[in-house]
């Protein structure tokens, strides 16, 4: 890998999300070509074309790569092909009727070709997962490749360099998308799980002894049955209902806290010991299902405010449910994230996970592939091609500088 | 000669930090550089300075460049949708029209983005970050082909959306379900966060928007250059006629479009054809060619059965199958794209330079 990947002095593009990139392309101007002759102008664009093109890629290789016919497309209309055979395109003098005076005909957009250049790349699987936001750089996106979490069409695939053809499903393993693309983690949180991981080696050492007393003397304070005052509950739906609240109202703004943390443990505590606090031999860890847990929270805390009706009619709301369903839908909302975006120090990523910084400056899925999220795949469709006024080959360089490095390639030297 | 010892490594005295030639608020110097100053190892003989360009640089991230930090809520958060001091131009767009018509919208709504604010590449006006199908969509369109059963060619007309991406879409969402039937972690909070970050294509039940062109025509390498054709002046020269001059064997773009079907749907309509009668044509339309995909089928498999000998081992899980081959399909020079085997004599070049040496198709 080149020394200075990410430089100030001499402004690179390249294919990756970092700040000092976003940067040089916000400062980045056209290429002013007024004192240059015609061949350092497109020594320049090549060389600025290339820092962003498969820079991992030897010019060699890219050479042969290089195609100077360009894919493009015109979208058409049905409507239009229904109502005209074409015909009206050759009528009057061979070039169709010219406009009436008061008509305003809208120019077509032309077609970007040249800012297809360098489309062979885009088929590349590490730029492909690249482009579907799997990785932050194409770099990382290759080393990915090579270390073997990614599949195409569910089978391993270790070449960064296998060209995708139109069709092709390509996998990447979400943990490692999640890191390739989550915040790192802070000082505390390493060390965090630098203790974790301390702690688990020296439990082993000495053997589960230890390990199994600590829960023996946990468990009799945990399941002990007892009977829950009206009051009691009453206090503890108020603290889970306000819990959720600020977990929520928390998740809004994109900073984890340590305030947000310990707001988030606070309410997995209470949590358990609500769903621990019945009597009922049912374990908490067998309702994996959200809705289920749910729904024995608010049957648990229901029955108890069930037997606390008689005593306060005027306070107490109507039978069937404990909650409003604004409160429900908070619970539902807090207890989800809670599942899916867990506290967890095993991960090599900052948790809850959350985007890297300067992430979304770099966003965009180009048209020619599908990706789903959920499941970190993508499908590469096509192959990109242009249009009127749009070209799907993601670039950071004008069209003027993107023909000069398509003159380049044109020749041969 | 006793080893030399310069003085900055001994106390590290700040009066050895170059002088800053840009005076700058001190809440816009980064923590680190405020920090350390000269030195950041005790040990270090060498200055750790930081370069003007750096500086820079850190003014920027803290100034107008923080909004890129954090994604922007609701909405995309791309280079171009923000001015020099990192101020929202559509905010100030709409402010403009707002004072030339009245001041009664709130300040703090922020509007919907448009084309102009979707570049990520300030210099590149012919790149936009183009919708996506957001969640809603992607579910429809799975229960329109999986659980209605509806011919993806439909659904393709019906939501405006490409048949490639309907297929996709399709192929993916099985896999999500079946994942979530095996009880395998998604990466929801990374999905989420993504489809937070670029723009979505709604799902609209009553009036669906479409979400790009479906009628693509792929421009043939034949019609790329300019043919003068005289005709008579008499003569009704229409689009058949002109794939006809281009190459004899080029169909016009009614037939090459992905949805040929549609023109003769809007046909009828201009033939004001009852809409009933219209719906029955369609169906039967669809029906027929339906029946001739499966005819095509069967008889593909028709071929394959009839040329291969298939022996299967009883005690195996697999199968010998022998298709019959030609000698001399490897041609003349043996490099014959259909030739099996290697012909006597002739060198390899799976190891020249330049071939291709990694696979290149991976079969579904």
């Not at chain 1, 092709?168 to 000082?187: C, I, L, N, S």
């Not at chain 1, 082993?204 to 829960?215: K, N, R, V």
């Not at chain 1, 249009?387 to 993601?394: Q, T, W």
């Not at chain 2, 809603?136 to 999986?146: D, K, P």
Request: proline letters at 8%; aromatic letters at 8%.
């Amino acid at each position: 890998m080149r020394k200075k990947f990410h430089g100030l002095k001499k402004i690179k593009i390249r294919q990756s999300w970092n700040k000092i990139n976003l940067y040089n392309i916000a400062r980045s101007r056209p290429l002013s070509t007024g004192h240059l002759t015609f061949f350092q102008q497109k020594w320049a664009a090549k060389a600025a074309a290339r820092a962003y093109h498969g820079e991992q890629i030897r010019e060699k290789q890219w050479q042969r790569m290089f195609s100077r016919r360009l894919a493009s497309v015109v979208p058409m209309d049905h409507r239009y092909l229904a109502r005209f055979d074409g015909s009206e395109q050759a009528a009057g003098r061979g070039s169709g009727l010219d406009p009436k005076p008061d008509e305003r005909v809208r120019p077509v957009a032309r077609t970007p070709y040249m800012n297809m250049t360098f489309a062979p790349i885009e088929r590349r699987l590490d730029t492909a997962i690249f482009r579907a936001l799997f990785a932050s750089s194409t770099r990382q996106a290759r080393q990915m490749v090579v270390h073997g979490f990614v599949k195409v069409n569910g089978k391993k695939m270790i070449y960064p360099g296998y060209l995708l053809n139109p069709g092709d499903m390509f996998q990447v393993d979400p943990e490692r998308v999640m890191f390739a693309t989550g915040a790192e983690k802070d000082k505390t949180e390493r060390r965090e799980s630098r203790m974790l991981k301390r702690s688990k080696n020296s439990e082993a050492g000495e053997g589960e002894e230890a390990g199994e007393a600590a829960a023996e003397s946990a468990t009799p304070e945990q399941q002990k049955p007892s009977e829950q005052t009206p009051k009691e509950a009453k206090k503890m739906i108020n603290d889970l209902m306000s819990q959720a609240k600020a977990l929520l109202s928390g998740s809004k703004d994109q900073k984890v806290s340590a305030k947000r943390k310990q707001d988030i443990r606070a309410f997995q505590r209470t949590l358990k010991r609500t769903l621990s606090q019945s009597s009922s031999s049912v374990p908490t860890g067998l309702t994996d299902s959200l809705d289920a847990q749910l729904m024995e929270l608010t049957s648990k805390l229901s029955i108890s405010s069930d037997a606390e009706q008689p005593q306060t009619p005027e306070g107490s709301a109507s039978s069937e449910g404990i909650f409003t369903p604004e409160d429900k839908a908070a619970l539902r909302e807090a207890m989800r994230e809670m599942r899916e975006n867990p506290i967890d120090p095993t991960k090599p990523y900052a948790t809850p996970w959350r985007p890297r910084p300067f992430m979304s400056a770099f966003a965009f899925i180009p048209p020619f592939l599908e990706v789903n999220q959920n499941i970190c795949s993508a499908v590469y469709l096509r192959h990109p091609v242009a249009r009127p006024g749009f070209a799907e080959v993601p670039t950071p360089f004008s069209y003027e500088m993107s023909q000069l490095a398509f003159n380049w390639y044109l020749r041969r030297r | 000669m006793p080893p030399r010892i310069r003085k900055a490594s001994l106390s590290c005295p700040l009066s050895h930090l170059p002088l800053s030639t840009r005076p700058q608020p001190s809440s816009l110097i980064p923590k680190y550089l405020s920090q350390h100053g000269a030195c950041s190892r005790d040990f270090s003989t060498s200055l750790q300075r930081s370069t003007g360009l750096r500086r820079d640089m850190f003014r920027w991230l803290n100034g107008p460049g923080a909004v890129f930090r954090d994604p922007a809520e609701g909405s995309t958060n791309y280079l171009s949708a923000y001015d020099r001091e990192g101020n929202l131009n559509r905010r100030k767009r709409s402010a403009r029209s707002d004072d030339a018509e009245a001041e009664n919208s709130s300040v703090q709504e922020v509007p919907e983005e448009e084309l102009i604010d979707l570049k990520p590449f300030p210099m590149n006006r012919n790149f936009i970050s183009h919708n996506v199908l957001s969640e809603e969509l992607r579910e429809e369109i799975y229960s329109r082909v999986v659980t209605l059963g509806r011919s993806v060619r439909v659904v393709s007309a019906e939501l405006g959306i490409d048949m490639n991406r309907v297929g996709a879409v399709v192929r993916l969402k099985t896999i999500e379900k079946e994942w979530q039937k095996e009880g395998k972690t998604l990466a929801k909070p990374y999905a989420r966060a993504v489809m937070e970050m670029v723009p979505k294509t709604p799902y609209n039940p009553n009036n669906p928007i479409p979400h790009e062109s479906i009628n693509d025509l792929p421009v043939h390498s034949a019609t790329m250059q300019q043919i003068f054709e005289p005709t008579s002046e008499s003569r009704r020269f229409t689009r058949e006629d002109a794939a006809k001059v281009f190459h004899p064997k080029l169909l016009p773009a009614d037939k090459r479009i992905p949805h040929p079907e549609l023109i003769e749907l809007e046909r009828e309509r201009l033939e004001s054809v009852p809409r009933e009668e219209r719906i029955n044509r369609q169906r039967e339309r669809l029906a027929k060619e339906a029946q001739l995909a499966t005819w095509r089928k069967e008889k593909k498999e028709e071929y394959e059965r009839k040329h291969t000998k298939v022996i299967a081992p009883k005690a195996g899980r697999w199968e010998f199958r022998f298709t019959d081959v030609s000698v001399d399909a490897a041609g003349k020079d043996g490099r014959g794209p259909d030739g099996v085997g290697w012909r006597y004599g002739m060198p390899h070049e799976d190891r020249k330079r330049g071939q291709v040496k990694i696979p290149t198709s991976v079969p579904a």
